[in-house]
Structures are given as C-alpha cells and as structure tokens.
C-alpha cells in the first residue's frame, strides 16, 4: 500500500498529547513577547488514515512566552465530535455543523479562541488549549464559517463568510469588535467553487469564485475538482451590501491570499500564490497521497497579481515570482490596505532546491529569501510587530521549524527588517512537531 505523504516523514503525526515546561532558549527572545504562539495542523489518532490531508483530526501546538521566556509548550487536540468518528452527516440526512476536525486555523477574537474548519461552526479553546465546545456566536451562526476570516484593524471587525455546494452558495457575515454577528447577507450570482479565502479592502469585500469546483465524483473525501468549463471570476461587492461586480480572469485557483486593497486609480488589487491546473493537479496528488505525488504539499504555486478596473470593467494579470510559495502572511495592520511587505513560505522547485521564507517587497519587486537550511522545512511565518516599530516591517516573524536529520523542532524569531539576518532567538521544543497550517500570535 502506497505510505501517505501526509502520515510520513516532516508530517507524520504525533501520537499523544504532552506539555513542557521551561523550554531552552538560544538567543534572547524579545521581551516584549509576552503572549501566545498557537498553530493547528491536521494530526490524525493512531490508526486513523484518512483519505485526504485536510480530513485528519485537528491538533494545536502552542507556546507561552512572557518576559523574554519561553514558558510553556503544550500540544492538544481539538476535542470534536470528529475526533471519536463522528459522521458529518446524521442518520437523518441532516448536516452536523459540530462534527469538525478544526484542524485549519486558530485565531482570537472578542477574547474567544477559536479553532477553524471551513465546513463547519468554529470550537473554542482555553488559553491553555482545551476544548471548550462548539461556537455559533449566541446562536447567530447556522452554517459554517469559513477558516479565513479578516479582522479590520481600522473597526476591529471580523469579516467571514460560509460557502455551500448548494445554493446560496456564498453567505457573507460581519462580527463586532465585541464578538456580535451585525450582518448576514447571501451573495448573488457566487457559483459552487472552492472559496477557502477571500479579501477586504477599505470600501469592498473580493470573492474568489474561480477554477476548482464541486464535484460529487471526487472519491477523496473533499469533492472538489479542477473544472476547465468553469467560468472563473473574482467578484467586488460593496461592504455595506449590494449587487457584486464580477470580473473574468484565467483560469486558476488561490488557496490563501497575501492582501487585497485599492490602489490610488480605484482598481482593487488582489495578490496571492496562484494555482494554475498542472500546479493544482499535482498537489491534490500529494494532498491525498495518489501515485506520482510531489516531495512536498505544494505542486507550483507562483506569487500573482490581479488588478481590478471598475472603469473599463476588466481584470489584468501578471506573475510577480519564479518561487514557489503558499501560506502568505502580511503584518495585519494592514489588511485591506496597501502594504509595501508581504512574506510566504518558499517550496523546492523552479530552481530552489530548498525550503525558506521569502519576503517580498512590492514597492520594488525585490525578494529576500531565508533559507532555513538543509532538511529544515518551516511553517507559516506569522507577523508579530514591534512594540516600538515605526515602519510595516518593524516586528518579528514566527516560524515552526522542523529537522528531519535530528527529528527535532524549533519556534524561530526572525528579525522581519532585517530578513536574512541569523534568527534573533530560537526557542528548542520536547518534540517532534509535525508540518501543519495556519496559526496565530495572541497577544497578552
């Protein structure tokens, strides 16, 4: 039987829940990093080999830092219905919106923790990583909700949608700053694609209504198919409601975006690690494990750019890098508005044989790469400003790294200015931790 690349080596999960504390630290961590590092992952229990890599159980590791220690680690489960087999679906037919693996994102917001599965209600968590139970906003929420949501850091709003293979395909949702859901809107006009990401700007909510698209056939567990008849768009929509303009583009796929603003003509402008059909088939290969699957989850994605022109009402294109790259993360003080910086975790391909991050500076073009060494594979690179920056790139970036030769991990603090520096501090964690998605900086 074919091994599933998603259950072996770099991300082989971790049999058993564990804490520790009093980690080792080289380097001087900031000390002005008094919170907590969370990172989910899909880790399945031992004996369970799921079917796709998105479909194994969630489990979230998390540190605490405080005054320039490295207090605690912890690694736990999302306790979930899916955790014990739940079905998605009940007896009767009817959709089970507890029955998640939350094993995509963490995030807080309103003082909640909440772990994301795009198929499903959110789970809260305790600050030390326990489950507290499924969260549907006071009974406001009663659908899914999206594992991308964005918090404006203008209104403190959490802008999120849920998306169906079934009409109405596409519902949007806005939260208060207290945590009160204020708006709940369908789209008109969404089609039945895969939206695992969106964007806000300062006046407009962008939908990616694009090439990967429902289909029932699809054995893996996730029935979504490249679709070269799908008419792929991205769609502009007034924050405050109304009707979307949409604009036709090529065909592709974007899992995660970098941002999404409006620039000085009006246009909105959309960027992101762009999926062309060879890129998508080829990772869906690893992301189930099929025959001729790549070395690592990501098939091709390149760094693109779409600019939005409501004037003659078309959309441009270009490709900003050679890299092959995903998991994009800016400094989130500037959602929805121009940034100068954005960073993204570099796969081997197209030249780089590799694994880093890369920091991109759109003023120029330029790109800076930290190599994190050979056999060190890093995660996503969270953004944690400095309590005195002054620039968008004054603050640290947060990595999980891996060492496939020592089975060792690593949380690495690079300085985000000065990129390519060696790492300002390295915090040593008790265990293996294996590759995961998408995770947060909680600020005490």
Known sequence: MLAKPYLTGHYEPVPDEATAHGLTVRGALPA??????????????????????????G?????????????WYRNRWVRTPALDGAPYTRADGSVDLTASVAGTHVIEHAGRILALQEANLPFELSPELETLGAYDFGGKLTTAMTAHPKQDPVTGELHFFAYSPIAPHLIYYVASAAGVITRQQPVEGAGPSLMHDFGITANYVVWL???????????SGIPYRWS????????????????VTWYDVEPGALLHISNSYEDDAGRVVVEGPRFDRSAWEISW?????????????????????????PVSGRASEEVLDSLITDFPTINDAYIGQRNRYSYAVAFPGSGFAGTGIVKYDNDTGARALAATGAGRIPGEAVFVPAADGAGEDDGYLLTLVGDHATGRSELLILDAHDFTAPPIAAVELPRRVPGGIHGSWIED
Do not use: C
């Open 228 to 243: 070269d008849s799908y008419r792929p768009r991205i769609g502009v929509m007034s924050r405050s409601g109304g009707p």
């Open 209 to 219: 209504d694009m090439s990967v698209v429902f289909d029932p056939s699809e054995a």
């Open 32 to 57: 002005e990093l008094n919170g907590r590092y969370f990172r989910n992952g899909h880790n399945p229990k031992p004996g369970d080999t799921p079917t796709h890599w998105f479909k194994g159980a």
């Open 285 to 309: 290969k690893w992301w189930i494990g099929a025959p001729g699957y790549p070395t690592s989850p990501n098939g091709g994605a390149l760094q693109h750019r779409y600019t939005l022109d």
């Open 59 to 71: 489990m979230i590791h998390g540190l605490r830092l405080r005054d320039g220690t490295a207090e």
